[in-house]
C-alpha cells in the first residue's frame, strides 16, 4: 500500500532544548535547563507529567540511600516534597500517589518556566549532518514540526535517539531478552475486612496489612496454589506488593509479561491485554481466599504496562556489571547509585538482587549520557549507555530524575559555550550540578 504524507509541515514550536517525555528523566532535565536560563519545551505523549510515577502506576520511589540520606538531593527531592504536600502522606516520602506526582512535577516545571505540550507524540526526526533538524510530532491536529538547538532524549526508551539513528543494545549478558512487564494496580480493602488486621494486631489495628506475617503468609500461599491450579497463569514466583498512601489501599507489581517487546507496536498492545488479564486472575484470587481481600475492589490501574527496560543508546562511556561489583567510581561521576542491580527475569520466574557492601555507591560517568552518532543530542532517561545488570540498578526513579538533571544541565552548558555536548567537560559539569545543590561532593 502506498501512502502519501505531506512534504511540508508547519513549524509549531522553537526552543533553545527539547527535551521529549516527561517522566521522571524528563522532569529533571526540562527543570535543571530551564533553572539555567534556556527557553525549553517539554513534549509528552500523555496530558500530563510523572511518566511511570503516574501513567504506570509504580510505587514507591526505591531506595538510593547513604546513610538516611538521599543520594539524589536536587529536583527529585523538590519533587517528592511537592508530592507529600498533595498525598499528605509526610512520614515516608517516598510513597508516591499518582494524582499528587503529576500535580507535583507540573508545579516545579512550571516554576522553572518550562514550556508543556502534551498530547504530543515523535513520529520521525530530521537529521543533517549529524545533527537533528527537527521532531515531527502528531497531535489532534494532524503532523507538526518543533525544532531546537539541542534535544534531550527522556522517553525512557530511547525513541528519539533511535529515530535519529544513534546505535543501541537491547538484551541481556546471554540473549537479547528484556526485563518483563509488568501491570501496576491498587487494591481499596473494605473496612469490614479492616476488623479481621485488627484482631490480628490489637496493639495496632491500623497496622500495614504486608508486615502481618500471616496475612503476608496467606496471600503469598493463595497465589501459589492458584498458579498450580491453573487459575493465575503469571510467571512471577511470588505476590510483589507494597503500603499504598493509605493503610486500606495496597499496591500490586505483581503481573509479569515476558517475551514481548515494547519498542513494537503490536508487541506492546497484547502486553497490555495480557497485563489485565494476569491483574484480574491475581483480584479473583486474592478476593476468593485471602480474607482480607473479600470485598476489595481495584482502586486504580495503570494507564499503560510498565516498562522496565528496552533500548540502551550507545554512548561515548559504557557500564558494566564489573564496575558495579567494584563500586565505580570517575572525576566526572554525575549520579551516584548504590541501588542493588535487581534483575527480574527476562524468561520466567525468580528475581536477581545483587548488593554493593555496606556504605558503597557506584558512580555513572557523563559520557553515558552523550549518545553517538548524534551531535546535538543527550540521553536523559533511563536509556543510557550501560550493560542490562548496571540499567536494571540505575533505573530506579530518583537516580533517573538525576540522570535528566545532568543532561538539562549539560544541554545549558553545551549552549553557553557554542560547543557540543561531546566536548562538554564532565568534571567541570559535576562542579556546577554540587554548585546546584546535588550530593556528589
Ligand atoms: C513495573 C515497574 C515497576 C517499577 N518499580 C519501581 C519502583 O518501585 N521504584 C522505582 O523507583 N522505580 C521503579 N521502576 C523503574 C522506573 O519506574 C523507571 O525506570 C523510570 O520511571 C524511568 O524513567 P524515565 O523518565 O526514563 O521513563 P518513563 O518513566 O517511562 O517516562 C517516559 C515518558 O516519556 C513519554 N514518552 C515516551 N515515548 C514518547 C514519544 N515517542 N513521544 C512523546 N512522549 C513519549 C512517556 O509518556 C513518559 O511520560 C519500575 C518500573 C516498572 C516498569
Same mark, same amino acid.
Given at each position: ?11 509549531? +514550536? ?13 522532569? =529533571? ?14 513534549? *509528552? ?16 520511589? %526505591? ?15 523538590? !519533587? ?57 510530532? +502528531? ?30 543494545? %537491547? ?72 503500603? =499504598? ?5 495496597? @499496591? ?17 498492545? *497484547? ?72 534483575? +527480574? ?15 558503597? !555507591? ?16 543527550? /540521553?536523559?532517561?533511563?536509556? /543510557?549507555?550501560?550493560? @542490562?545488570?548496571? +540499567?536494571?540498578? %540505575? ?30 567537560? =564532565? ?15
Amino acid at each position: 500500500m502506498k501512502v502519501t504524507l505531506p512534504k511540508e509541515l508547519e513549524l509549531k +514550536h522553537r526552543a533553545e532544548v527539547i527535551v521529549l517525555g516527561g517522566g521522571p528523566g524528563g522532569i =529533571g532535565a526540562a527543570v535543571a535547563a530551564a533553572r539555567e536560563g534556556k527557553d525549553v519545551l517539554l513534549v *509528552e505523549h500523555y496530558g500530563y507529567l510523572g511518566g511511570m510515577a503516574s501513567m504506570g502506576e509504580v510505587n514507591p520511589f %526505591m531506595p538510593n540511600h547513604l546513610d538516611g540520606e538521599s543520594l539524589d538531593k536536587g529536583i527529585y527531592t523538590e !519533587w517528592t516534597d511537592g508530592i507529600s504536600y498533595y498525598s499528605g502522606v509526610t512520614g515516608n516520602k517516598r510513597v508516591i500517589d499518582p494524582p499528587s506526582a503529576s500535580l507535583a512535577a507540573e508545579d516545579i516545571c512550571l516554576e522553572a518556566g518550562v514550556k508543556l505540550l502534551f498530547h504530543h507524540r515523535l513520529v520521525s526526526v530530521e537529521t543533517e549532518g549529524g545533527k537533528i533538524t527537527g521532531l515531527v510530532l +502528531h497531535s489532534k491536529d494532524g503532523l507538526s514540526v518543533v525544532q531546537a538547538d539541542i534535544y534531550i532524549d527522556s522517553t525512557g526508551d530511547g525513541d528519539l535517539a533511535a529515530m535519529a539513528g544513534c546505535p543501541f543494545e %537491547m538484551g541481556g549478558e546471554s540473549s537479547d531478552a528484556v526485563q518483563p512487564m509488568t501491570m501496576c494496580f491498587k487494591l481499596r480493602v473494605d473496612a469490614e475486612d479492616l476488623a479481621y488486621i485488627a484482631e490480628l494486631c490489637p496493639e495496632n489495628p491500623a497496622i500495614r496489612f504486608a508486615k502481618t506475617a500471616e496475612i503476608f503468609e496467606q496471600i503469598q500461599n493463595a497465589y501459589l496454589v492458584a498458579k498450580a491450579d491453573g487459575r493465575i497463569e503469571c510467571p512471577r514466583q511470588n505476590i510483589l506488593m507494597f503500603p =499504598g498512601t493509605d493503610y486500606k489501599t495496597i @499496591h500490586f507489581n505483581s503481573s509479569r509479561v515476558i517475551s514481548k517487546s515494547a519498542i513494537d507496536g503490536d508487541e506492546l498492545s *497484547e502486553a497490555e491485554i495480557e497485563g489485565r488479564r494476569q491483574v484480574r486472575q491475581i483480584f479473583e484470587c486474592l478476593r476468593r481466599d485471602v480474607p482480607i481481600f473479600k470485598h476489595s475492589r481495584i482502586h486504580s490501574i495503570a494507564t499503560q504496562i510498565g516498562v522496565r527496560e528496552s533500548r540502551r543508546i550507545s554512548g561515548h562511556n559504557y557500564m558494566v556489571r564489573q564496575d558495579f561489583i567494584d563500586a565505580a567510581k570517575y572525576d566526572d561521576g554525575i549520579i551516584r547509585v548504590n541501588y542493588p542491580i535487581d534483575i +527480574h527475569s527476562p524468561t520466567g520466574g525468580g528475581t536477581e538482587i545483587t548488593e554493593l557492601p555496606d556504605g558503597e !555507591w557506584y558512580e555513572v560517568p557523563y559520557g553515558c549520557l552523550v549518545p553517538k552518532g548524534i551531535d546535538n543530542l543527550l /540521553i536523559g532517561c533511563r536509556a /543510557i549507555s550501560v550493560d @542490562h545488570a548496571v +540499567h536494571s540498578s %540505575m533505573r530506579v526513579m530518583p537516580p533517573v530524575v538525576s540522570v535528566g538533571q545532568a543532561a538539562g544541565v549539560a544541554a545549558a552548558v553545551a549552549l553557553d559555550k557554542n560547543i557540543t555536548p561531546a566536548e562538554v567537560d =564532565g568534571i567541570e559539569l559535576k562542579k556546577l550540578l554540587i554548585k546546584r545543590g546535588r550530593n556528589l561532593v
